[in-house]
């Protein structure tokens, strides 16, 4: 896929701010500090587009990307953070939910995972949540620079292990070497204009 545009367009809270262009949107979710900003900023092929932080927790609101004029990427709320207070927390999945229950034009979640750690509970409530609303889901692990070949491939036999069952692709990525870049567009092309 070649990026010939990509840029911020806004932060969204509720139905009544999500853009009225009609472009499909990809939803990009995760637990706080698996790297899904990294993720988003290779797959786009730029430095700085989406604002990564060594602090958890920082994307509090839906933010959307426009890509190449055609479609977004939109980068919702770190689930599992737990230094953010419940009131917090409740709100952020409200909206969540709101948006994966009532956007008719999300065309498929990718559910990026820190590939060095076993999947955690809330990683498998959101691929059970994704998959009962029947959208399509990519999960992607990210951060597989981090491990040697031989752990690279237990580590990813554990994931697919504790990850529910099912008809969604898998994806071993770093945002470091680009490892499967490619792979990630041809498998998101369905879904996009």
Sequence with gaps: MKITN????????????????????????????????????????????????????????????????????????????????????????????????QRELLEAVVLVVDGRHKPTADDVQMVEFIRHLDIPLIVVCTKMDKLTPNKQAKAFKELKKVLPEGDYPVIPFSAITGLNKDKVWDTLRPYLP
């Design 6 to 101: 990509a840029e911020f367009l806004i932060s969204a809270v509720s139905s009544a701010q999500y853009p009225k262009t009609g472009y499909p949107e990809i939803a990009l979710a995760g637990r706080s500090n698996v790297g899904k900003s990294s993720f988003i900023n290779r797959l786009i092929g730029r430095k700085n587009l989406v604002r990564t932080s060594s602090k958890p927790g920082k994307t509090r609101t839906l933010n959307y990307y426009t890509i190449n004029d055609a479609f977004y990427f939109v980068d919702v709320p770190g689930y599992g953070y737990a230094k953010v207070s419940k009131v917090e927390r409740e709100k952020w999945g409200k909206m969540m939910e709101e948006y994966f229950q």
